[in-house]
C-alpha cells in the first residue's frame, strides 16, 4: 500500500504541474483524479476493472460535455448527473468520483466541448499506467521475498542435517 501511495502521490504531482506549466493542459488536473487514485490503491482492482472505471469516466465525461454544450444551465447539470448516475448504476461500475468528472464542464468552462473528455481520458490514462506498473512492481518484489525466504529455510534444512 505505501508503494501505490508514493506512486498516486508522485502521478498527481506530475499532472498538476504539467497542467500549470503546459499552454492548453490545465484541465488535465481535476479533483477527481485523487479519488480516482485512491478508489484505485485501496480496492486493488484488476486491469479490466481499472479500465472499465476509468471508460466509464470518460463516458460520463462526454454525457457532460454534451450535456453543457446543448445548455450550461441547471437543467443541463441536472440531466447529466441522473444519466450519469443511471450509466454507474447500469454498468455497474461502483465508481462514485465517475458522477463528479460529468460536472467537469459546469465548472471548468471548457472553451472546446472536447478539451473535457480528452482531458479526462488522458489523465485516467496515465493514473492507470503508473498503478499498472507499480502493481507490477509489487508483484515482482512478492515474489522477491518469497524466494528469499525459500531459500533461506533451504539453507536452515542444510545445515540442520
Avoid: C
Avoid at 27 to 52: D, Q
Amino acid at each position: 500500500m505505501v508503494l501505490r501511495s508514493i506512486g498516486l502521490g508522485l502521478f498527481i504531482i506530475f499532472v498538476y504541474w504539467l497542467s500549470s506549466h503546459a499552454p492548453g493542459m490545465h484541465m488535465l488536473f481535476f479533483p477527481t483524479l485523487g479519488a480516482f487514485g485512491f478508489l484505485f490503491i485501496t480496492r486493488s482492482p484488476g486491469m479490466p476493472e481499472l479500465v472499465g472505471i476509468a471508460g466509464g469516466a470518460v463516458l460520463s465525461s462526454v454525457v457532460g460535455t454534451l450535456a453543457y454544450t446543448v445548455n450550461n444551465g441547471m437543467a443541463s447539470l441536472f440531466v447529466s448527473t441522473l444519466f450519469t448516475i443511471w450509466l454507474v448504476r447500469r454498468l455497474k461500475l461502483n465508481a462514485p468520483p465517475i458522477v463528479a468528472v460529468s460536472l467537469i464542464p459546469f465548472f471548468a468552462h471548457p472553451e472546446l466541448p472536447w478539451v473535457a473528455p480528452l482531458s479526462v481520458a488522458l489523465s485516467l490514462a496515465g493514473l492507470v499506467a503508473v498503478l499498472g506498473f507499480v502493481y507490477v512492481v509489487e508483484r515482482v518484489m512478492a515474489r522477491m521475498e518469497a524466494a528469499k525466504l525459500q531459500l533461506g529455510q533451504g539453507v536452515r534444512m542444510d545445515v540442520d542435517q
